[in-house]
């Protein structure tokens, strides 16, 4: 499977503390992604890192990349209980031509206890 | 809401019945994508559309499934003669080519066939 495999599968932690979540593939890529999804409704876009980047911001996220290793991982700093939902990699593979198609690995649920 | 609507939000169907969802993407997005998702896993492809024409479909697509784009904006998904296994969540997702491959997910169809 080329999809990516998110470790661990559940996390649980405290307001306050960061969450580490990781994501491991199989083969190059173009790009890959973090979404968020909260119970029952469609996913939102958190991050993109391209193939050519070792890591990246975006507010209390911060995303690194390793494609010698092929993983990546998404800290989430000083969470929150609002952070509780379940975060996916998505993997877009290269030579897709004008087809972007993600490719999700299983997810990972966190839950943030107040 | 990231401007992507889905229509119904839920359909509850007995076995054996057709059903049609309906996605509105973004306006100017030109590329359109549906997904399947079932419980516990991550979204997994089935078509994409880049304006009206369709340029891929997934194997998992059996030929009870059938998608449209008719003008290159609001899409359709049909399921026919609908089994058990057909039960899930099915999203749309839209970009735009020249902003990169970020998509834009709807809220998603949740299909219960009973």
């Known amino acids: 499977s080329q999809q990516g495999e998110e470790d661990p599968q559940a996390l649980s932690i405290q307001e306050g503390e960061n969450a580490t979540m990781n994501c491991s593939y199989k083969?190059?890529?173009?790009?890959l992604q973090w979404y968020r999804q909260n119970s029952g409704r469609g996913l939102v876009h958190l991050i993109l890192i391209r193939s050519n980047e070792r890591e990246k911001h975006s507010g209390r996220l911060r995303v690194t990349l390793d494609t010698s290793k092929k993983s990546s991982s998404l800290l989430i700093t000083a969470s929150r209980a609002a952070d509780t939902a379940s975060y996916f990699c998505a993997i877009n593979l290269p030579h897709t031509g004008a087809n972007s198609k993600l490719t999700f690995g299983k997810g990972i649920t966190l839950s943030v206890r107040p | 809401d990231t401007g992507v609507s889905q229509d119904p939000r839920h359909k509850i169907t007995k076995r054996g019945q057709n059903v049609t969802f309906r996605c509105d993407p973004i306006?100017?997005?030109?590329?359109l994508y549906w997904y399947r998702q079932t419980l516990g896993q991550g979204p997994e492809f089935l078509t994409y559309f880049q304006n009206e024409a369709q340029l891929e479909k997934s194997r998992l697509l059996s030929d009870r499934f059938s998608a449209e784009r008719p003008k290159g904006s609001f899409s359709t998904l049909e399921i026919q003669r609908t089994e058990q296994g057909d039960s899930a969540m099915y999203l749309c997702a839209s970009s735009l080519r020249e902003q990169g491959y970020e998509q834009y997910f709807g809220p998603g169809t949740r299909l219960t066939v009973t």
């Open positions: 306006s100017e997005h030109n590329r």
């Open positions: 083969t190059s890529i173009n790009n």
